[in-house]
């Protein structure tokens, strides 16, 4: 069974420029998430599509970030523009179902200048 | 927000059982408990997860103490590919909550 991917793998950008990330989870999961991994710290939840629709965007910085998931698959996460801050890696990860197991892909890694 | 609690590091030799700890005092009743490791510029990686009974599989088992306030990872028979973070998260069924997790040294 072939796992989430997402691409790239490495992005580099100067600040305010703006950047997207693809994910493609695990076919049938119905639940994707988005995470930002700081470095140091721990994955943190971004937003939570079920299927095509948000199920949770609490964490979502939503005058900078956007994300999609329009055909209920895969999924877009958007920054626009880029602040110093941003830097870290993306992660998407998929679930069968809400409240199931999540697994992730291997990430983006994003570095703005 | 975290509500779990885990040394920052640990080593262990190659070939011994690594025992990571784990402590969840607000634990609810209905919430698992999680296990997922990182190694270095992967993904997070699905272990293992429970409720109130001990849990095996072909990679680690789960303790789960009686009052489920804590819990133990164990890795039977550490190798150097064990070498990672491995987070211990709460679920509450709405989101993960990651900490900053145990980075496991395992040593030739």
């Known amino acids: 069974e072939a796992g989430v991917a997402q691409s790239p793998r490495y992005k580099i950008i100067e600040k305010r420029q703006s950047v997207a990330f693809w994910c493609n989870p695990i076919?049938?999961?119905?639940?994707l998430y988005w995470y930002q991994q700081i470095l140091g710290q721990g994955p943190k939840l971004l937003i939570q599509?079920?299927?095509?629709?948000?199920?949770?965007d609490s964490q979502l910085p939503k005058d900078r970030f956007s994300a999609e998931r329009l055909k209920g698959v895969d999924s877009t996460l958007k920054i626009q523009p880029a602040k110093l801050e941003d830097s870290a890696v993306y992660l998407c990860?998929?679930?069968?179902?809400?409240?199931?197991?999540?697994?992730f892909g291997p990430g983006t890694r994003l570095l703005v200048l | 927000d975290a509500k779990t609690t885990q040394p920052p590091s640990m080593d262990c030799a190659e070939g011994r059982a690594a025992n990571l700890p784990c402590n969840h005092s607000?634990?609810?009743?209905?919430?698992?408990v999680y296990w997922y490791r990182q190694i270095h510029s992967q993904g997070p990686q699905y272990i293992i997860h429970?409720?109130?009974n001990n849990e095996t599989n072909e990679m680690a088992s789960l303790i789960i103490t009686e009052d489920r306030k804590s819990s133990t990872l164990i890795l039977p028979h550490a190798t150097l590919r064990d070498t990672a973070v491995y987070y211990c998260?709460?679920?509450?069924?709405?989101?993960?909550?990651f900490g900053t997790g145990t980075s496991l040294t395992v040593i030739p």
């Open positions: 990860a998929s679930s069968l179902w809400r409240k199931e197991t999540q697994y």
């Open positions: 076919s049938g999961h119905a639940t």
């Open positions: 599509f079920q299927n095509n629709g948000v199920v949770d």
């Open positions: 607000t634990i609810s009743g209905n919430e698992y």
């Open positions: 429970g409720l109130k």
């Open positions: 998260i709460v679920y509450t069924g709405n989101q993960f909550y």
